[in-house]
């Protein structure tokens, strides 16, 4: 059973995920990203699909167009575990294209 | 310029596209599907998506794990047209493996 991160956890974790934001009235990350155009947007979230398989933890998304809005949390704990956290790397990671966040 | 759909088409069209529904509160349409697993679900997503950038006319959607929610709109005419219908053909076409809507 995996666990919820505690309050230490949370803190040291969003001062090295900028512009993450706790959700408001549930247990989870947000944030927004802008690209380019919609091959720039969908190829990011291709990456994502692929990583988040092999993690076996997925995102909730919103697309249109160039936007993408994400929102991490773990179904099985109904909170922020360290699996959002290392999905949130990882999208850190992929979302050098975005112009703005 | 492209223009909105007349009442007369919208209802043809509408009959046509099982499960399409209005959207309340903007001239839109919405459908919601569900898959066996997240593999189905972007899989769909991705034919959309090139389908979407062929047509230069992109959906507004969300996906958690196996479920999708699109929903269409022609931003260029702040409502329903013939690109939205040309793109709720196709969704419909490659939407095969939905377990159920």
Redesign the interface.
């Known amino acids: 059973m995996i666990t919820k991160l505690t309050a230490e956890e949370r803190k040291s974790t969003l001062a090295e995920l900028p512009g993450w934001e706790p959700t408001v009235g549930r247990d989870a990350l947000h944030k927004s990203f802008k690209f380019e155009d919609?091959?720039a947007a969908?190829g990011f979230m291709?990456r994502i699909?692929i990583k988040?398989?092999e993690l076996n933890h997925?995102?909730?998304?919103?697309?249109?167009?160039n936007q993408v809005e994400i929102t991490l949390s773990t179904h099985e704990a109904s909170g922020l575990t360290q699996r959002d956290i290392e999905l949130a790397r990882f999208i850190e990671k992929v979302s050098a294209g975005a112009t703005r966040s």
């Open positions: 919609f091959n969908f291709t699909a988040a398989q997925h995102p909730e998304w919103f697309n249109v167009y």
